[in-house]
């Protein structure tokens, strides 16, 4: 993908707008860089709520830290995390990911070290961990730039920038990072308002375009008359 400094330019002013409706989301959820790579794992195929549940039990059963999950039986862990559904393939992805952090001395920060790219590759290695998950891993766990993409940010590309005819899960982050300055903090923002801008106007049954402050920036604003 070539770099268009038009696309640079839409996608740092769709950024500015984001912020300034939304304001900051603090993302991650939760109690730290371990918590997170858990919540990763649990989140997936379900919303937030039912992985919170999860994790609730597992930090409730002494069972939130790499050295535990490597010790528990994966049926015990299977019912813990029973309430973010996929519950027995959830139990051995985590059981995968606790084996793979031994290599980092258990410590999610150590992984800092690593060049992004690498981690990632690293990451999508462990059994269960595709590119969402690593993704989320790299940024919000580790801090690294990664940008991370959801179902959520395709469609809302997918408004914008209809002419794009993006495929696959890396066109779209290769859309955002060859277009962006490699900054974990603005990444990290930037998902979080889009999935905040999913769920408040642009994926509800029907898009709020009349209401959107990204309406002027989006082919399917301006075709609805909004900007
Ligand atoms: S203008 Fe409409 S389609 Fe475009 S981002 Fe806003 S709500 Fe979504």
């Given at each position: 993908m070539r770099r268009s400094p038009r696309i640079a330019r839409l996608l740092a002013e769709v950024y500015e707008r984001l912020l300034a409706h939304?304001?900051?989301?603090?993302?991650?959820?939760?109690?730290g860089p371990f918590e997170t790579v858990v919540g990763a794992i649990l989140t997936q195929n379900t919303a937030w709520t039912n992985a919170a549940r999860a994790i609730q039990n597992l930090k409730a059963a002494g069972a939130m830290s790499p050295a535990a999950l490597r010790a528990a039986s994966e049926s015990d862990l299977a019912e813990l995390v029973r309430?973010?559904?996929?519950f027995n393939a959830k139990a051995r992805k985590l059981k995968a990911m606790a084996d793979y952090l031994e290599r980092y001395?258990?410590?999610?920060?150590?992984?800092?070290?690593?060049d992004v790219r690498a981690l990632r590759s690293e990451l999508l290695a462990?059994?269960?961990?595709g590119p969402e998950t690593a993704d989320d891993i790299a940024l919000y766990?580790?801090?690294?730039?990664s940008f991370v993409i959801d179902v959520y940010t395709q469609r809302i590309v997918d408004r914008m920038?209809?002419?794009?005819r993006l495929r696959g899960y890396d066109a779209y982050q290769e859309l955002f990072e060859r277009h962006l300055p490699r900054d974990a903090a603005m990444f990290n923002e930037y998902h979080a308002l889009l999935d905040a801008h999913a769920k408040e106007v642009?994926?509800?049954?029907?898009?709020r375009c009349g209401s959107c402050v990204l309406a002027g920036l989006c082919a399917t604003g301006r075709r609805a008359g909004g900007g």
């Open positions: 939304y304001g900051p989301q603090g993302w991650w959820p939760g109690d309430p973010s559904g996929y001395g258990d410590d999610v920060a150590a992984m800092g070290g690593k462990v059994h269960g961990v766990a580790v801090g690294l730039p920038l209809p002419r794009r642009c994926l509800k049954r029907e898009p």
